[in-house]
């Protein structure tokens, strides 16, 4: 038996629909465009997801190595995820500390960088770069592409 109970007050229909913005899959290539030029030199590689961390774009240097591309995706995935950049995840999931737990999820990379990208105040997308030596590297590349895109994500 299941008992429903009507509220009494009518519900209006955009309380039922739920809006969100996305890249265009132009602006996202533009995205990991602007970030593999910023790192093509030393072999970096590029992915950005969507918001709900479907990736859209991968860009992949050619002398890449096999690893980078699911890197770069999953450390995408991971900022889209958590909306928090894996640089962040890092500082706050170290073994011993409360949410550690978080680096045992399925599909968490939380290594730097992966990037939340912004839209008028609107988680938009991830981007992850991958294959430098280090965290400082990948993060630069990826804010080089974010900050490529700046004027186009004011919409």
Known sequence: MALVIASTYPLRAEEGVI?????????????????????RARGYQVAVVDRFGVPQV??????AGPHTPPTASGKAWTAASFKTSTTELNAISQPGMMQSGIRDLPEVVIIG??????????????????GAPGGDADEACARAGIDAIRDKLEF
């Open 19 to 39: 809006a969100y913005k996305l890249l265009t899959p132009e602006l996202a290539l533009d995205l990991a465009r602007a970030a593999l030029s910023s790192c």
């Open 113 to 130: 960088v992966g990037l939340m990208v912004e839209a008028g105040g609107s988680l938009v997308a991830g981007i992850g770069v991958s």
């Open 58 to 63: 991968m860009l992949r240097n050619r002398f």
